[in-house]
T-cell receptor, first 109, second 115 residues
Framework: EDQVTQSPEALRLQEGESSSLNCSYT??????LFWYRQDPGKGPEFLFT?????EEKEKERLKATLTKKESFLHITAPKPEDSATYLC??????????WGAGTKLIIKP | NAGVTQTPKFRILKIGQSMTLQCTQD?????MYWYRQDPGMGLKLIYY???????DKGEVPNGYNVSRSTTEDFPLRLELAAPSQTSVYFC??????????????FGDGTRLSIL
């Protein structure tokens, strides 16, 4: 069964304390892996797409990486405005999109 | 630039009532989607459409119906509302050429409670 698991469920960091969020997947063929950010009361906002193992993408304090079984979202020196829920989703070989439950990130000033 | 617009933002229904959740997009995207988001779970696909006049079931279609008469609009109909349909509903759209890797753009959701 296709499955996407995100860990941890919640993460509390001090401002400036770097860390990583994990998205592990077992799917029938990977066409792409997406990272989204979701603020309270809002819809998910697209961050990155990764297509193949070894690929990396960066945006400000965020860097996403991909291996054959998981993806990491690295957050370097986070600020309070980085607080949000981060979602990952995997597109399978039959174009189905499987979503993880998300990691709630809280950055304390 | 409006993107994907959903109405209403909040609604409370009684068991057995019906309603339509509205979704419109101004990006000329051919694909549109309806999801529900429940606490602690990933987004679940209810229905999707690859273009005007074409719709198909997703993972959790029971109790819902959709139509797509124009490129811009993709309403979701709830018939005979049940407490299990209490959720946050998101509409999304994307431009897909068949490669299937274009990111989806989301509205801000409709928070629906069935009492």
């Amino acid at each position: 069964e296709d499955q996407v698991t995100q860990s941890p469920e919640a993460l509390r960091l001090q401002e400036g304390e770097s860390s990583s969020l994990n998205c592990s997947y077992t799917v029938s063929g990977l066409r792409g892996l997406f990272w989204y950010r979701q603020d309270p009361g809002k819809g998910p906002e697209f961050l990155f797409t990764l297509y193949s193992a070894g690929e990396e993408k960066e945006k400000e304090r965020l860097k996403a990486t991909l291996t054959k079984k998981e993806s990491f979202l690295h957050i370097t020196a986070p600020k309070p405005e980085d607080s949000a829920t981060y979602l990952c989703a995997v597109q399978t070989s039959n174009y189905q999109l499987i979503w993880g439950a998300g990691t709630k990130l809280i950055i304390k000033p | 630039n409006a993107g994907v617009t959903q109405t209403p933002k909040f609604r409370i229904l009684k068991i057995g009532q019906s309603m339509t959740l509205q979704c419109t997009q101004d990006m000329n995207h051919n694909y549109m989607y309806w999801y529900r988001q429940d606490p602690g779970m990933g987004l679940k696909l209810i229905y999707y459409s690859v273009g005007a006049g074409i719709t198909d079931k997703g993972e959790v279609p029971n109790g819902y119906n959709v139509s797509r008469s124009t490129t811009e609009d993709f309403p979701l109909r709830l018939e005979l509302a049940a407490p299990s349909q209490t959720s946050v509903y998101f509409c999304a759209s994307s431009y897909s050429t068949g490669g299937g890797n274009q990111p989806q753009h989301f509205g801000d959701g409709t928070r629906l409670s069935i009492l």
